[in-house]
C-alpha cells in the first residue's frame, strides 16, 4: 500500500507539472527569449560594438607590418652569354633598362605607418557607427514589439476557444440533464418519443460541436507555443488575457525612427565628405634594401617621410551626394508627417470602436439576464410537459447565439486595446 500510495502521488505531481494554466505574459516572455531574429540583432548589436574598436585601430593606431621582395633582372644574349645577371650589359643584350632596375632589387623592411591630424574622420566614422548600433536597436525594439502583438492576438482567439469551449460544455450538461428528464417522462406518457429522440439528437449535436472546438483549441494552444518557440506541453487552460492600456510616450516609435534616419543619412555623408578633407600621415621603415649583392651586409639602413595627400578635383561628386541627402530627408520628413497623421487618425478611430463595444456589451448582457430568466421557466414547464421540446430547444439555440455575440464582442474589445496598445507607441 506504501508503494501504491507513493506512485500515485509521484503520478499526480508529475500531471499538475505537464499540465497546467499557462498565461499570455509567459508566451509573451519565452517568445522574446526564442526567437532568432532578436538573437541575431543582438549579435549584430554586439558587431558593431567590436567595430568600434576597429575604426580606432584603423584610423588611430600605429600600422605596422613587414614586406620582403627578390626581384631579378636578367639580360639575354649578353656578350655571348645566353643570360647573365649584371650592371653592366652590353648595348647588343636585352633586358630592362638598367637605369630602371639596377639588375635586381633585394629587400627586407619592417614599414610603419601612422595617420596625423585625422580626429574629424575617425569622429565621423565613429558617429555613423553609433548610428547604425542604435539602428539595430530600434529594429529589435519594432520586431519585439510586433511579436507581442501576433502573439497577443493569438492568445486571445485562442482564449475565444476556450471560453467557447466551456460555455458550449455547460449547455451539453443541462441538455444531457433535461435528457433524462424527458425519459422519465416520456416513460410516464407526458411526453412523446419524438420530443425524446429530438432532444437526443440535440445533445450528439452539442458533443460533435464541443469536440471540435476542443480540437480548433488544442492547435491554438500549439501555434501559440511555436509562435513563442517553446516545446509543446501540456496544458490545461489559458488564463484571462491581462491587457493594460498603453500609456501614451512622450515620444512616438516612428518619431525616433525617423529621427534615427536622419542621422543615418547625416552621418553617411560626413563619412562620405572625409575623402575630401587632407590627409597627413608619418611613415617609416628599417631594412635590408640593395639592388645588387656585392656588399649587401652593408644595406641595412632606414628611411622615413611625411605623405600629405590633398584632394583638388572630383567631377563634382561632393555636390551632387549633397544633393542626394538632401532629397532623402525631404522624403524622410514626408513619411514623418504622414505617420503622425495616421496615428493620430488610428487611435480616434480605435477610441470610437471601443467606446460603442463597451455600450453594446452592456445592452447585450441586459438581454442574456431577461434570456436566463426564460430559459430557467422553460427548464420548469418542460419538467411539467407543459411546452415541446422544439420550444425549449429554440429557446436555448436563441440564448447561444446571444452569448456567443457577447463572446465575440468581448474578443473584440480584447483585440482592439491590442491594436491601441500597437499603435499608440
Not at 4 to 15: E, G, K
Not at 42 to 57: D, T, V
Not at 155 to 169: G, H, K
Not at 295 to 310: F, K
Amino acid at each position: 500500500m506504501k508503494h501504491l500510495a507513493f506512485w500515485l502521488l509521484f503520478f499526480m505531481v508529475m500531471t499538475s507539472l505537464r499540465a497546467q494554466e499557462a498565461s499570455l505574459a509567459y508566451f509573451v516572455s519565452k517568445a522574446k527569449e526564442n526567437t532568432p531574429v532578436l538573437f541575431e540583432n543582438n549579435n549584430l548589436q554586439k558587431i558593431g560594438e567590436i567595430q568600434h574598436s576597429i575604426i580606432i585601430a584603423q584610423n588611430k593606431a600605429f600600422q605596422i607590418n613587414a614586406t620582403s621582395e627578390v626581384l631579378v633582372a636578367p639580360y639575354f644574349d649578353n656578350n655571348g652569354r645566353f643570360i647573365d645577371i649584371t650592371t653592366t650589359p652590353s648595348p647588343r643584350a636585352y633586358g630592362y633598362d638598367v637605369g630602371i632596375t639596377n639588375g635586381g632589387l633585394y629587400s627586407a623592411q619592417l614599414n610603419v605607418t601612422k595617420n596625423l591630424f585625422n580626429q574629424m574622420m575617425v569622429d565621423n566614422l565613429l558617429f555613423q557607427n553609433k548610428v547604425q548600433k542604435n539602428t539595430l536597436a530600434l529594429s529589435a525594439e519594432d520586431i519585439e514589439h510586433n511579436l507581442v502583438k501576433n502573439i497577443t492576438d493569438a492568445y486571445i482567439m485562442a482564449y475565444q476557444l476556450q471560453l467557447q469551449s466551456d460555455f458550449t460544455e455547460e449547455i451539453l450538461i443541462d441538455l444531457e440533464n433535461r435528457l433524462k428528464v424527458v425519459e422519465l417522462l416520456v416513460k410516464r406518457a407526458i411526453l412523446m418519443e419524438s420530443d425524446y429522440l429530438l432532444l437526443q439528437l440535440e445533445v450528439e449535436s452539442k458533443q460533435l460541436e464541443l469536440q471540435q472546438i476542443r480540437n480548433n483549441l488544442k492547435t491554438a494552444i500549439s501555434q501559440l507555443y511555436n509562435l513563442s518557440g517553446t516545446p509543446v506541453a501540456e496544458t490545461d487552460s489559458l488564463s484571462v488575457p491581462e491587457l493594460m492600456t498603453a500609456n501614451t510616450p512622450v515620444t512616438n516609435f516612428y518619431e525616433r525612427k525617423f529621427e534615427n534616419d536622419s542621422l543615418q543619412v547625416e552621418a553617411d555623408q560626413q563619412v562620405f565628405e572625409n575623402q575630401y578633407r587632407p590627409q597627413l600621415s608619418l611613415y617609416g621603415n628599417t631594412g635590408l634594401n640593395a639592388v645588387e649583392l656585392t656588399n649587401i651586409d652593408h644595406r641595412i639602413g632606414m628611411s622615413a617621410g611625411v605623405r600629405l595627400t590633398v584632394p583638388i578635383y572630383d567631377g563634382k561628386q561632393r555636390k551632387y551626394n549633397a544633393q542626394q541627402s538632401k532629397l532623402k530627408n525631404e522624403s524622410l520628413e514626408f513619411y514623418r508627417e504622414n505617420a503622425e497623421i495616421q496615428l493620430g487618425n488610428n487611435v480616434k478611430s480605435i477610441d470610437r470602436q471601443m467606446t460603442a463595444l463597451e455600450e453594446n456589451m452592456g445592452l447585450i448582457e441586459e438581454q442574456l439576464g431577461k434570456q436566463r430568466n426564460v430559459l430557467e421557466i422553460y427548464k420548469g414547464k418542460l419538467v411539467q410537459g407543459q411546452v415541446s421540446i422544439v420550444d425549449y430547444l429554440n429557446v436555448i439555440q436563441t440564448y447561444k447565439l446571444n452569448v456567443q455575440t457577447k463572446l465575440q464582442m468581448q474578443t473584440n474589445r480584447w483585440l482592439l486595446q491590442s491594436q491601441y496598445n500597437f499603435i499608440n507607441w
